[in-house]
């Protein structure tokens, strides 16, 4: 299976090679991000009388004596929600634009989960030169009817409320473009400033719900966070969400549970969390994160009755993580390089590459390998390839994707009998993609490896791809689809599936089509998202008889109405950078025999 022919080679090679990047081209055009629809009633017209703020030293100020200017934003924002991270040092450059011109910016936290140290450390993490107070009760927050962070209102002069919402559209929940095509704060001020009304008072903001005070029911619940919401995080978010994880803040204790509460509950009706894209209807899988109807129905109970904290002799024991390696001690760890990567607090990173020679004197044969990231709250993926020697290039059967990172995948560990062959002489070649997040990190991101005895290998574990290179999606289509197939020659162990489409991908589907005419889905992913490149490890691994067809099906969404879409009016065709588009099923398997 997954024979090397010259086509898949130059295919993964494309993939794996090209300097790709999230963000995309600046120069290309980009149409904007429509917003959501505004939620009703807004505060649009609306007088906001008097409103007291803490500093970080706890000293009380009011919202009159900060708008010495003729307008003034004031933006809600966290310490802790991704969009308010990179919108901080966007606010800075906007109050640096149009403070000049009569405009006082003012930042308030009104978030519970937010200390006053923490609003002092988000300050001068991102360089913030204008006042940011605590909305210590939420009191201000609630006046103003803000709702999410980051968001703003524009005052005017006599304080009526003249702009509400987002910044701009460079960011948006899974969107990142290298620059906005809409800048909506700075036209309203720009109207305002010439007099002029404010041509779109409202456009919805799509960041973090401001995290409120839980206000438990009277009387005892019979669903707490001590017995059962406590142990339903551990199984399901702590994994990603505790320090050093990329989650971007803990769900480790009650605090941080009831505040983050409205926002769970959010992102879990969304299907957004946990990351998991497979349609439940088909195939299952060993690694499904999703949440079950009853976990689910537990805890939008536990939100509604306003978050009970309970007995905290019920609570479990920590979960144990180890903060090492997630497989056996390695026997050989491999760093990407010499020196950590730094990553700069914003913009788009280009993809990075590593090329580390290993000194394998003779073939491994390893059963367990993990792509340890050291700092993951900055690592989107990282992928390690296998480069053979002899210069053929990458192989593709590295391409089955078992040494690679991207959050919450769980390490590659084989069963007994089963290991990845690595050819004496190989090379390692680090593909790491960095998403920063507003302040600058370092990274240097490690191979573990676990060795087999060579004499107890019985199944050697392979990757192979089925892809379609004839992609032709055109300008503006809604839905363009493709099918790629691939015939398997000889018996083998289907053990697990991983789509990869760009930023244009809407759907992609997996199918196995038997000798006898059976078609069976093996894997149904109707919403496909970019920003998860997911691996789907099935629960028991499926016999394919030489001569079942693989048949992979794309969907694309190249009109405006995709908002990851870089440029809807251009023709797009199969390459490597993520504003090109590919059609790739990478799979894992063994020889049944
Ligand atoms: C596989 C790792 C992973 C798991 C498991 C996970 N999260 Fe997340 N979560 C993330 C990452 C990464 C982000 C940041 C996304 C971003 O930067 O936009 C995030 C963001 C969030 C946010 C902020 C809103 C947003 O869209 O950015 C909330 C709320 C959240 N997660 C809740 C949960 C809950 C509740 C669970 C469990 C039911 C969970 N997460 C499980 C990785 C995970």
Redesign the pocket.
């Known amino acids: 299976m997954a024979r090397q022919t010259p086509f898949l080679a130059s295919a993964l090679g494309a993939l794996l090679l090209g300097a790709a990047a999230l963000c995309v081209d600046p120069s290309a055009p980009r149409p904007p991000v429509a917003a959501p629809p505004a939620p009703t009633p807004t505060p649009v017209g609306r007088t906001i009388d008097d409103i007291m703020l803490h500093d970080v030293w706890g000293r009380p100020h009011s919202l009159a004596e900060c708008a010495g200017g003729k307008v003034m934003v004031v933006a809600f924002l966290g310490t802790d929600?991704?969009l308010s991270k990179l919108y901080g040092p966007r606010l800075d450059e906007l109050a640096r634009e149009f403070g000049p011109r009569g405009v006082a910016f003012v930042g308030v936290n009104a978030n519970a989960q937010d200390s006053l140290a923490d609003v002092a450390a988000f300050v001068r993490l991102h360089g913030i030169s204008f006042p940011v107070y605590k909305d210590i009760d939420g009191s201000a927050a609630r006046r103003m009817g803000a709702e999410r962070t980051p968001e703003v209102f524009v005052l005017d002069a006599r304080r009526v409320v003249r702009y509400w919402g987002r910044i701009d559209d460079q960011y948006g929940?899974?969107v990142c473009r290298p620059a906005p095509a809409r800048r909506d704060l700075a036209d309203a001020l720009t109207e305002l400033l010439a007099d002029r009304p404010v041509s779109r008072p409202v456009v919805a903001s799509v960041g973090?719900r401001i995290g409120r005070e839980p206000t438990p029911a009277a009387g005892t619940a019979d669903v707490t966070y001590a017995k059962q919401i406590s142990r339903l995080?551990q199984r399901?978010?702590v994994?990603?969400?505790r320090p050093g994880q990329?989650?971007?803040f803990p769900?480790t204790d009650y605090r941080d549970a009831a505040d983050?509460s409205a926002?769970?509950r959010?992102?879990?009706e969304d299907g957004?969390?946990?990351?998991w894209f497979a349609d439940p209807e088909h195939g299952r899988f060993r690694n499904d994160?999703r949440?079950t109807d009853d976990e689910k129905r537990l805890l939008f109970r536990w939100i509604d009755d306003g978050c009970p904290e309970g007995d905290p002799a019920d609570l479990p024991p920590p979960p144990a993580f180890s903060d090492g390696w997630r497989i056996p001690r390695p026997d050989r760890v491999v760093d990407m390089a010499d020196q950590p990567f730094d990553v700069p607090a914003r913009g788009d990173v280009p993809y990075q590459y590593y090329l580390v020679d290993p000194g394998f004197a003779e073939d491994a044969f390893v059963r367990a390998a993990e792509v340890r990231p050291g700092d993951a709250s900055v690592v989107h993926h990282a992928l390690v390839m296998i480069v053979p020697p002899g210069g053929a290039g990458v192989a593709p059967d590295s391409a089955g994707a078992m040494l690679d990172y991207t959050?919450?995948m769980a390490p590659t560990v084989l069963p007994d009998g089963a290991a990845l062959r690595i050819p004496a002489g190989s090379k390692f070649l680090f593909q790491m993609h960095y998403t920063p997040n507003g302040s600058p990190r370092r990274d240097q991101t490690r191979l573990g490896l676990v060795f087999a005895d060579p004499r107890t290998v019985k199944r050697v574990v392979r990757g192979g791809a089925v892809f379609n290179t004839a992609v032709a999606i055109p300008a503006g289509a809604r839905d363009a689809s493709l099918a790629a197939e691939y015939t398997v020659p000889a018996d083998a162990l289907l053990l697990s599936l991983s789509p990869h489409l760009h930023l244009r991908g809407k759907s992609f589907r997996f199918e196995a089509v038997y000798a006898n005419g059976l078609r069976e889905v093996l894997l149904d992913v109707p919403h496909y998202d970019f920003n998860w490149q997911l691996r789907y490890e099935l629960a028991e691994p499926r016999r394919l008889p030489a001569g079942t067809r693989l048949v992979c099906t794309a969907h694309w969404d190249n009109s405006a109405a995709n908002p990851a879409n870089p440029d809807p009016t251009r023709d797009v065709g199969w390459g490597d950078r993520t504003d090109d588009e590919m059609l790739i099923g990478f799979f894992a398997y063994a020889p049944a025999d």
């Open positions: 929600c991704p929940v899974g973090c995080l399901r978010c994994e990603c969400h990329p989650g971007p769900l983050w926002m769970m959010e992102v879990v957004r969390m946990p990351p994160a949440l959050p919450g």
